[in-house]
């Protein structure tokens, strides 16, 4: 494999910052599956040292795109790791206008599946880019993608499906706005210009299509992109059983309630809590939850992590927010119970991935970065 010159392959030598608890030194040791990360294939190998040094036991990569050669190539870069790294695939959309979109969709995902991937994940394109030959804009619950849904059924694998985004990419560019500077960053975030859908909209949608496919089991992305409405991730967990949420990107607007609410609310749903970071990694750069956080080096990429970690492990009362283009304000951490972490951080994706639980035994003599280097 080529080495990429990226922001991870500095992580090489400045991954100080690792856990204790990724040796194995505990009689109950914490290990980590993150459950959002998009990688490129060159990105595979820096991504493993970034994992051993963060405390990671595995990745799910949710950018495999289409049955084809990429797919195949990252199905067997997962093989050689002993599933440290497992892919998602992703919907072709070019045939979008034809008739019979749906069934080849669902054909595609068979395909898929019976490569490697261990799910399929459909980006927010859908509702706000992807377009029929007319120009409209396919919309998240179009009756033309049920087969699609329904084959994720059939095959017994989880849909990552990101909808929307939280409210600030919908309002104005201005000092109200909590998100400014990071849209600033990136203008491609913005979502302001009043001709695509409403958020509301897109969320109404989203939720139409987890209710018509109740044996589906569905992952909405970032808390299901209500990061800044805790409320509203508590109703859709209540109404829908077939509903996981991931914390990517979560920190920096859960930091601005109460943490007692926050632990409350783990604590309700910690059967369908996932951990992922959303970090996305190329050959040339890692960007840590937003394309407008790109890490400088490899200390900057830990520091993302074990924010994290103190985020849901201590009490800590100064943590900072681990994408802080989107907030510099403090926060105070949740000190979950032990058997809680263990839930979100792999039991849950190891149920939902069908991903053999990890002994500590195992744990200890996980694939490391060196022995999979090519």
Not at 141 to 165: E, G, K, N, Y
Not at 177 to 184: G, K, L, M, T
Not at 282 to 291: E, F, I, Q, S
Request: hydrophobic share 45%.
């Amino acid at each position: 494999m080529r080495r990429p010159g990226s922001a991870l392959a500095i992580a090489v030598v400045c991954g100080a910052l690792a856990p204790a608890c990724w040796c194995g030194g505990s009689p109950d040791p914490l290990y980590r599956i993150d459950v959002d990360v998009s990688l490129h294939p060159y990105a595979y190998d820096e991504m493993l040292r970034q994992m051993d040094d963060a405390g990671i036991a595995r990745a799910v990569n949710l950018a495999g795109g289409p049955p084809g050669e990429i797919l195949s190539t990252l199905v067997q870069l997962g093989e050689l790791t002993h599933s440290r790294i497992v892919v998602v695939a992703n919907v072709d959309w070019r045939d979008v206008d034809e008739a019979d979109f749906g069934s080849r969709a669902a054909r595609s995902l068979e395909r898929a599946v019976a490569l490697g991937a261990r799910g399929l994940m459909v980006t927010r394109d859908l509702g706000l880019g992807v377009r029929t030959r007319d120009g409209r804009l396919l919309a998240v619950d179009d009756p033309r993608l049920d087969p699609l849904w329904a084959q994720a059924a059939a095959l017994d694998v989880p849909v990552w499906l990101s909808t929307a985004a939280p409210a600030a990419y919908f309002e104005p560019i201005d000092d109200r706005n909590p998100r400014r500077a990071e849209i600033e960053a990136a203008p491609e975030l913005c979502l302001a210009d009043g001709r695509g859908p409403r958020r509301e909209d897109l969320l109404i949608a989203r939720d139409m299509v987890i209710a018509r496919h109740p044996r589906t089991t569905f992952v909405c992305p970032a808390l299901a992109s209500t990061t800044d409405d805790l409320a509203a991730v508590d109703t859709l967990l209540e109404l829908f059983g077939n509903v996981y949420v991931d914390t990517a990107t979560a920190l920096s607007d859960l930091g601005s309630y109460p943490p007692d609410v926050v632990r409350s609310f783990v604590l309700k749903h910690q059967r369908r809590l996932l951990f992922g970071s959303g970090l996305e990694a190329n050959d040339k750069n890692a960007r840590l939850g937003t394309p407008a956080q790109i890490a400088q080096d490899g200390e900057q990429i830990q520091r993302f992590y074990a924010a994290h970690w103190r985020y849901f492990e201590t009490l800590d009362p100064d943590i900072a927010n681990p994408i802080p283009i989107q907030s510099d304000s403090m926060r105070q951490g949740l000190g979950l119970p032990r058997s809680v972490l263990h839930a979100i951080y792999h039991g849950n994706a190891e149920r939902l991935l069908k991903l053999a639980a990890v002994s500590t035994a195992d744990f200890r003599s996980l694939p490391r970065a060196s022995s999979t280097a090519r």
